[in-house]
């Protein structure tokens, strides 16, 4: 019930309603994608009988240390500069088609991400280095991918509200709890993790980064599609 009805109350209301709805729908692709990699990572090894990329530890860690703190950020994103253009969305729609769509092509990206981590980890310094390959491979695109899950068309570095501090906040302490297992001997030896080498590293960061670029292309031909059927409909 609206105590003051002037109309820029009921607009502000509307654009925070909106935020707020945005902002579960950001907070739930971002989750998805990371559970469905990892499902389906663990399928196609299960499947072609291969050994475990990740071990049951390293998938508890991502879900805890580099997918709470960033999906929480997510949940207090600022609205778009863009949120009062979008079209009014109906009860019950929360899943939409195209937050569907996202959610299963970007978790087979990032799933492909992984085992082809793990592969390359294999054959350069044997099984471990390949689970630990894999391991950073997963958890590091997690939490890259929490800053283009900000806009499903908008460009990453492209946010007039500016950076979410606290989304870089998440970043950092979620890098610095990897840094710990990866670097602090009992730690790692705890999570079962290889020291990996300069190259090793340089390979694991292409292919985290790759899914920053792999949705910037979607979002990319997104907008030249709309731009294009806009100038048809004029």
Excluded at 97 to 118: E, N
Excluded at 152 to 180: D, Y
Excluded at 215 to 221: D, G, H, Q, R
Aim: charged letters at 15%; a positive charge.
């Amino acid at each position: 019930v609206f105590l003051d009805e002037s109309f820029t109350t009921v607009a502000y209301a509307i654009k925070e309603g909106r935020r707020v709805y945005r902002n579960i729908q950001k907070v739930i692709q971002f989750l998805l994608v990371g559970n469905i990699a990892e499902i389906l990572t663990l399928l196609v090894a299960t499947v072609f009988n291969w050994e475990a990329p990740l071990l049951a530890i390293h998938i508890l860690w991502v879900k805890l240390a580099t997918a709470t703190l960033p999906a929480l950020a997510l949940g207090v994103d600022p609205a778009s500069k863009n949120i009062m253009k979008h079209q009014p969305v109906k009860s019950g729609t929360l899943f939409e088609k195209d937050l569907v769509r996202r959610v299963i092509t970007q978790g087979s990206f990032v799933a492909a991400m992984t085992i082809c981590a793990y592969w390359i980890g294999k054959a350069t310094g044997g099984h471990l280095t390949g689970q630990t390959m894999a391991f950073c491979v997963l958890a590091l695109s997690q939490m890259l991918r929490a800053f283009n899950q900000r806009s499903n068309t908008e460009p990453v570095w492209v946010r007039a509200e500016g950076i979410n501090p606290w989304l870089v906040i998440s970043f950092t302490v979620s890098a610095l709890l990897m840094a710990c297992i990866l670097f602090i001997p009992a730690l790692r030896t705890t999570f079962q993790l290889a020291l990996l080498n300069g190259v090793q590293w340089l390979i694991v960061i292409l292919l985290s980064l790759l899914s920053i670029v792999q949705v910037e292309f979607i979002k990319l031909i997104k907008r030249v599609y709309n731009r294009s059927a806009r100038n048809n409909r004029q």
